[in-house]
């Protein structure tokens, strides 16, 4: 264990180990050598030894031992010796050396809004109200008086430290500053000046008054809207809560995309999608809820460091994810139709049509429809399976033929490539005599995803040819889905005409 000094210091009793008593011995020899030959020099020793001591003791109290680190920690605060003015034992510096040592800070002392204009009255040595007043005017007629003061508050540090004070004020920082007691004061200072400054502070104070309020409400918004999100976010992408977040259109949810992204891209990639979409999402939502928070209290924080991170980590991501999303967008590059046709044997008076498998036979679990394009999406959550409703259609086929003809559609990264998937697409009908049953979906063959497939079914007939459909039927009856135009009974009858189907009843009427 390292030896440890028991030091009075300031009136203060501290502990102190042996590398930091050196330390702090060489420091305080340095200040006695400095001002132990300069008129009040041993007060002012004994204010920097006080400061010292209020230091340590905000540091680590009087239980606490000294480290190294604190007494590093205390010169940055009160400066080295060498940094502090020139004592009458020295040799004069020249004309210059005042106006070269001063460097520009914002003034912390002499602030209205953010210390800008004291920081020019401190390194001009002019009363800062001249500079208040001028950005003022040049705000109002110019206007770009508030831009010059927002660059400046932000291109300026602020003085905090004594070190920065005593490069703010130059040779004219009083040495007692280093214990916090020195009041700067400005020899171009003028009652009118004292009036305006008065005017300004008033000003001030209100501003930040309703800056604070404004920041407070902003700070909230931004809590609950983040919070919010995030919390829909997770409902629906985690733990896909049903019909909470659920859209306008009846049996259209959100919560069950994420489900259908098991179809649409490669499976072996949906656990890498999904985490990455996962991490894009809630670093931005949870960085809105930090700064409102931040914004709300104001305080500090030195969060640089996972602020970066949280940055770096997001941008990987997100240029991960665009890579597998890119390349998964590739495979629906292209679009190519199979058409296949299928004649009547005997061509009939009276088609029905009638439906082979139903989709309300089917285990679904979810559904999405699109109601502008009339695509209807089922999944099936038991047999990994999603099944889409088909479309159908009735031409007149110009002759004494009738025929069905399947048009599969689906895309790929080539015309050859969404020919082929086309192609692979499981439908299912049947021509019985006078009989057409038409199974309601269609589907794709496991290990296979969804690629914008579509099947639509276009029955050919004769003019004068009579369709009967029942409401499954119809409702796969796409021209003719609007409720006027759907049956209510089990069958309805229509007639084949040279501009396409009529309901026999309208014909009639």
């Given amino acids: 264990m390292d030896k440890t000094i028991n030091i009075n210091l300031g009136g203060a009793l501290f502990q102190i180990d042996e590398e930091a008593y050196k330390m702090l011995r060489d420091y305080l020899q340095a200040i006695d050598l400095k001002f132990r030959n300069v008129p009040g020099g041993n007060e002012t020793i004994e204010d920097i030894e006080s400061r010292i001591a209020e230091i340590f003791l905000s540091q680590r109290g009087n239980a606490g031992v000294i480290t190294r680190e604190n007494v590093e920690a205390m010169i940055s605060i ?5 940094d502090f003015g020139q004592t009458e034992n020295e040799e004069p510096a020249n004309v210059y050396t ?36 001028l950005f003022v005017v040049f705000a109002l007629m110019v206007g770009f008086g508030f831009f010059v003061y927002l660059a400046l508050w932000i291109a300026l540090p602020s003085a905090v430290t004594d070190s920065q004070k005593k490069e703010m004020y130059g040779s004219a920082y009083n040495q007692a500053s280093a214990t916090g007691i020195n009041k700067k004061s400005y020899a171009t200072t003028s009652q009118v000046g004292n009036a305006f400054n008065e005017i300004f502070k008033a000003v001030g104070r209100f501003l930040y008054v309703f800056a604070r309020v404004f920041l407070i409400i902003t700070g909230i918004a931004l809590v609950l809207a983040g ?26 949810n959100i919560s069950y995309l994420p489900e259908f992204l098991n179809y649409v891209v ?81 061509v009939p ?34 047999e990994k399976q999603v099944y889409i409703r088909t479309s159908l259609d009735f031409s007149p086929s110009g002759n004494n033929s009738a025929w069905v003809s399947v048009r599969k559609r689906s895309a790929g990264r080539s015309r050859m490539d969404a020919m082929e998937k086309a192609g692979r697409l499981q439908y299912n009908y049947d021509i019985s ?62 007639r084949m005409t040279e501009d396409g189907l009529e309901s026999c009843d309208r014909s009639e009427r």
């Fill in 78 to 82: 009160i400066g080295k010796p060498e």
């Fill in 227 to 252: 919070f919010l999100a995030l919390l829909s976010f997770v409902m629906v992408f985690i733990f896909k809560y049903p019909g909470a977040f659920s859209t306008d259109v009846v049996g259209t």
């Fill in 433 to 494: 005599g006078d009989t057409l049953f038409l199974d309601e979906f269609f589907t794709f063959p496991d290990n296979t995803k969804w690629s914008f497939d579509g099947v639509g079914i276009t029955v050919y007939v004769p003019e004068g040819t009579v369709i009967c459909m029942d409401k499954t039927t119809e409702r796969q009856f796409h021209s003719y889905h609007d409720d006027d135009f759907v049956s209510d009974q089990g069958k309805r009858f229509w």
């Fill in 266 to 346: 490669t499976p072996s990639l949906v656990p890498w999608i999904k985490t990455l979409i996962l991490i894009v999402v809630t670093i931005p939502l949870l960085v809105i809820i930090y700064l409102g928070v931040r914004i709300i209290f104001w305080f500090r924080a030195k969060d640089g460091v996972f602020l970066l991170a949280g940055l770096v980590i997001w941008v990987i991501s997100a240029a991960a994810l665009s890579i597998l999303l890119f390349n998964e967008g590739i495979s629906f590059a292209e679009t190519a139709n199979s058409i296949s046709k299928n004649y009547f044997k005997i």
């Fill in 98 to 133: 005042s106006t070269r040592s001063k460097k520009m800070f914002r003034n912390p002392d002499d602030s209205i809004i953010g210390g800008v204009c004291g920081g020019i009255g401190t390194y001009l040595d002019t009363d800062p109200v001249w500079f208040r007043i």
């Fill in 349 to 382: 008076d009276t088609v029905y049509v009638m439906p082979g498998k139903k989709i309300s036979e089917l285990p679904i679990d979810n559904e999405i429809i699109i109601p502008d394009n009339e695509y209807e999406v089922f999944i099936s959550d038991t």
